[in-house]
């Protein structure tokens, strides 16, 4: 009896996923359609390879030392930004979340500038604070990084508050402990873990975004692909320039593991 059952199980569930997978593959289907996505297209592109690679290669390192100094200006200012968004996020996250909700008309406006933020492209604030300040560069770059970890980190750190403290915070609350006392004896000890361990990982993208930010704003080492690449049409020095930064991300990427690790006592 119990093999029947368990059978009936396996076959609905079998049915469920394949049911799954044939709405999916339709959906897809449909929008390929939509958008004139022609695989033959792709599979033809495919034998250009080899003139990308004869265009590129072999990658050419020059100039360490100003490229350096850019690679360095490009993490410091999304390191930079970064951490400030971090600052003004738990803040407002005070507000957002459902725990605390300091205030629930800023935690409305909050929310929406999250979302705002979050959802604009990185293209779109190039162009609108490039019209609105009249500027480019690292200023530039730094306000639009501030701008999307802001976002991101907003509802991250929401998230994050609701989900960690909720006991803690009910424990105090049938205290009578009032608001800030919450927050200093039960939300920041309980959530400072996993919040700094977002902030590692939004400082982690921001690096990869920084370098195309780089490109759009002229600051860091994005600035010197853009030279490179559009100006001087030197690939083999621009393939370098991208190795540089692929190695750069890696790196981080094992360091900030490294320290989340160390920070959730997973080590």
């Not at 033809?44 to 050419?60: A, D, R, S, V, W």
């Not at 190039?126 to 306000?143: D, K, N, S």
């Not at 009910?170 to 361990?197: C, H, M, R, W, Y």
């Amino acid at each position: 009896m119990k093999l029947v059952i368990d059978n009936c199980i396996f076959k609905r569930k079998r049915k469920k996923m394949i049911g799954i997978i044939l709405i999916t593959l339709i959906i897809s289907l449909i929008f390929m359609i939509l958008s004139d996505f022609q695989i033959v297209k792709v599979i033809e592109g495919t034998g250009k390879i080899g003139g990308f690679l004869k265009q590129y290669f072999p990658p050419k390192f020059i100039d360490f030392k100003s490229t350096l100094r850019e690679l360095w200006i490009t993490i410091a200012v999304s390191i930079g930004s970064t951490v400030l968004a971090a600052i003004f996020s738990f803040f407002m996250s005070l507000c957002t979340s459902k725990s605390i909700a300091l205030n629930k008309t800023l935690g409305k406006i909050f929310t929406g500038l999250g979302l705002v933020c979050r959802n604009v492209p990185i293209y779109v604030w190039q162009l609108l604070l490039g019209m609105i300040f009249y500027m480019g560069g690292f200023f530039l770059a730094f306000l639009i990084i501030f701008l999307i970890s802001l976002g991101f980190l907003i509802r991250a750190f929401t998230e994050t508050i609701d989900e960690t403290s909720s006991s803690s915070i009910e424990a105090l609350e049938s205290a009578g402990a009032d608001k800030f006392v919450i927050i200093k004896n039960a939300v920041i000890p309980d959530t400072i873990a996993q919040l700094v361990s977002w902030t590692l990982f939004c400082i982690e993208t921001n690096i990869r975004s920084s370098s195309l930010i780089g490109y759009l704003t002229g600051a860091g080492i994005g600035y010197l692909i853009s030279f490179h690449r559009g100006f001087k049409r030197d690939f083999n020095t621009t393939l370098g320039l991208i190795i540089v930064i692929a190695v750069t991300l890696i790196l981080w990427d094992f360091l900030s593991n490294r320290l989340r690790r160390i920070i959730l006592n997973e080590d």
